[in-house]
């Protein structure tokens, strides 16, 4: 059974940094393409980042250069460094590969207070 674990999340002030991480035990993880996504309260949840197989990067609009997808594949892990946070961040932070697209971890918090 895949496993996600995200962590890294916390309390920080706007303009601040945080970097999360995700653990997977996905055997193939070099060959997935990993994704980030986050969900606020009251809210669907919103696709982040994307990273591929060959470590091409996508992001959605309001990143707007302030966020830093990357992957590691030997300890098969997922990081999302996030810089210049805005109280719009605040959310719930989860990774996600496309090959298991059923599968979530329990998620990361991030608060950013203004």
């Known amino acids: 059974q895949v496993q996600l674990v995200e962590s890294g999340g916390g309390l920080v002030q706007a303009g601040g940094s945080l970097r999360l991480s995700c653990a997977t035990t996905?055997?193939?993880?070099?060959?997935?393409?990993m994704e980030w996504y986050r969900q606020a309260p009251g809210k669907q949840r919103e696709y982040v980042a994307r990273?591929?197989?060959?470590?091409?990067?996508y992001y959605n609009h309001f990143v707007k250069g302030r966020f830093t997808v990357s992957r590691d594949v030997v300890k098969r892990t997922t990081d999302l460094q996030m810089n210049n946070l805005e109280p719009e961040d605040t959310a719930v932070y989860y990774c996600?590969?496309?090959?298991?697209?059923?599968?979530w971890g329990q998620g990361t918090q991030v608060t950013v207070s203004s």
């Open positions: 990273i591929t197989n060959v470590g091409t990067t």
């Open positions: 996905i055997e193939e993880f070099s060959r997935t393409v």
């Open positions: 996600h590969s496309i090959s298991y697209p059923a599968t």
